[in-house]
């Protein structure tokens, strides 16, 4: 589908692996990943999906097996990329300072809030309180 390529490439490419890894010496051997990059990458996931949240919760859906069917196409994509880019990465987060405003979200926390898209009106309090 057009939409999921258009929206979700942006969000998918934060969890990409592309230019993480730092290079030494004269062979460009990785001697391991940018702490820098990562935060980076983690804030712009972010930024990405909280608009993502904003504006697909206002969109409607009316036909059941559509709305359905997005949503298990988006879960498809996104949860597996996430959780792979946070176990890979989050011991990186984890050891800084205030890891929370990198690791924003839970792959469960994500789950849920895709669950707000499509119902036609802006996210529910409880998913607000998570995403902000």
């Known amino acids: 589908m057009i939409y999921q390529c258009v929206r979700w490439m942006k969000i998918l490419q934060c969890l990409r692996d592309k230019g993480l890894h730092v290079s030494s010496g004269s062979r460009g051997f990785s001697s391991g990943v940018s702490k820098l990059v990562i935060r980076e990458r983690f804030r712009g996931f972010n930024a990405a999906f909280d608009e ?14 559509l709305w359905e069917e997005l949503r298990i196409s988006i879960l498809e994509k996104l949860l597996p990329a ?50 902000h």
Do not use: N
């Not at 697909?56 to 097996?65: R, S």
């Not at 800084?96 to 009106?121: R, T």
């Open 82 to 131: 996430y959780r792979s880019f946070l176990g890979r990465f989050w011991q990186h987060i984890e050891d800084g300072k205030h890891p929370e405003m990198y690791i924003k979200y839970s792959v469960e926390e994500l789950e849920s809030a895709v669950s707000d898209f499509f119902e036609g009106h802006p996210p529910s309090l409880l998913s607000r309180r998570k995403l």
């Open 52 to 65: 993502a949240h904003r504006i697909q919760a206002t969109w409607i859906v009316p036909d059941e097996q």
